[in-house]
Structures are given as C-alpha cells and as structure tokens.
T-cell receptor, first 116, second 113 residues
Framework: NAGVTQTPKFRILKIGQSMTLQCAQDMNHNYMYWYRQDPGMGLKLIYYSVGAGITDKGEVPNGYNVSRSTTEDFPLRLELAAPSQTSVYFC???????????????FGEGSRLTVL | AQSVSQHNHHVILSEAASLELGCNYSYGGTVNLFWYVQYPGQHLQLLLKYFSGDPLVKGIKGFEAEFIKSKFSFNLRKPSVQWSDTAEYFCAVRSGGYNKLIFGAGTRLAVHP
C-alpha cells in the first residue's frame, strides 16, 4: 500500500495564479482531510470529507475549494493564490469505523507551497 | 471552541536525559487525546492516544503520556531520550464528530549525542 500520496511536493506560485493539490489514498478510508501547517501555529483544518460527494469546511476554508468524486481522491484547489497561503499542506485520511482506529489519521508527506 | 496549548516550542536535550512535553486542552467534557510525531523528512504519525480508562497510556518507542483531568493536561514523557527522537511533536484533541482533530502548535525536540 502506498498510503496517502500528495502531489506536488513543492510548488511556487505567483499571486493570483490557481492550482490544485492532489491527494489520493489506497486504504479505502471514508474520511479525508486537508490541513495547513504554518510555523509555530500547528495544523489547521481547511476542509474535510466523510465520503464521496460529501465535503465540509474546517477552521480555515477561505481561499480554498475541494471536491470528492471518488473515495480515493480529495483534491484541494487554490483559486487566486495569495501570499497568506504560503504554507505546508497535509492531506490525511482515516477509517471511520471502530473506536480502535478513531482519531488515527494517516498523513501524506506534505506539499510545500510558496506564493510570491 | 476547543483549543490545545503546547508550552514549549523548542526543547534541546542530551541523550539519556528525561523528557516531558506539556500539553493542555480547553474542553471540560469527555475528550480523546493524541500525540503525533513528525520525524525530519517524514510524515506525521500517531505516537499514542487516550480514550478512557487507565490515564497512563503507553505508545511506540518508549513514549508514554498521562491524562490528568483536573489539570486538563496530557503531557508526553520518555525516561531516556535518544538522538533518533529528534522530531516535532504535536498534541491533538478530537473535536466534534468525523474524527476531526485540533492540533497544538508543536514542540521541536533536538537531542544531541
């Protein structure tokens, strides 16, 4: 199993450009998440999804959009990139069933985005 | 809204020293608490978790954490650290449904040989 795969790993954008961060998982997890990590701020939840076709906002959704057309994929779109979106983005997934796995998120390796 | 505070942003230790990283959460009801670790160049992974029962939970690589409800704390400990424990450590609390986690700001631990 590859686990959670994110692409690209690094990207530099100009202000106003758009891009999509890709996330795919091969563990058949229902729940998927996008977090951003800023220095000294921990991880903040951007969006999450509980299944194909179902998404919802997290703590910091402004400037982002998501879709979930399949169980495996959960892309994050930045429409008009701003310097405030310079961050490291992490995708994660988890199995919704059972307490044994509850809260155990599986993370991708991260995508470092710089907006200049 | 729930929040998580980690008191130490940077910790530097020598090998074999004891480690305690502080974590406090804001919610007063039933909580599920976690410690995640991010080794250099790797993705975040679960170190240990608390749901209920014995307030002292043991995780991987000799780490343990103690849940103290009266202090709203979930501190991470290790009796003797190794150079390979150099990493960033995040405390987290489960917030609401759908396994959403709220993370603290993280603590960077550097262990010198």
């Amino acid at each position: 199993n590859a686990g959670v795969t994110q692409t690209p790993k690094f990207r530099i954008l100009k202000i106003g450009q758009s891009m999509t961060l890709q996330c795919a998982q091969d563990m058949n997890h229902n729940y998927m998440y996008w977090y951003r990590q800023d220095p000294g701020m921990g991880l903040k939840l951007i969006y999450y999804s509980v299944g194909a076709g179902i998404t919802d906002k997290g703590e910091v959704p402004n400037g982002y959009n998501v879709s979930r057309s399949t169980t495996e994929d959960f892309p994050l779109r930045l429409e008009l990139a701003a310097p405030s979106q310079t961050s490291v983005y992490f995708c994660a997934s988890t199995d919704a069933s059972g307490r044994a796995k509850a809260g155990e998120l599986f993370f991708g390796e991260g995508s470092r985005l710089t907006v200049l | 809204a729930q929040s998580v505070s980690q008191h130490n942003h940077h910790v530097i230790l020598s090998e074999a020293a004891s480690l305690e990283l502080g974590c406090n959460y804001s919610y007063g009801g039933t909580v599920n608490l976690f410690w995640y670790v991010q080794y250099p160049g790797q993705h975040l992974q679960l170190l240990l978790k608390y749901f209920s029962g014995d307030p002292l939970v043991k995780g991987i690589k000799g780490f343990e954490a103690e849940f103290i409800k009266s202090k709203f704390s979930f501190n991470l400990r290790k009796p003797s650290v190794q150079w390979s424990d150099t990493a960033e450590y995040f405390c987290a609390v489960r917030s609401g449904g759908y396994n959403k986690l709220i993370f603290g700001a993280g603590t960077r631990l550097a262990v010198h040989p």
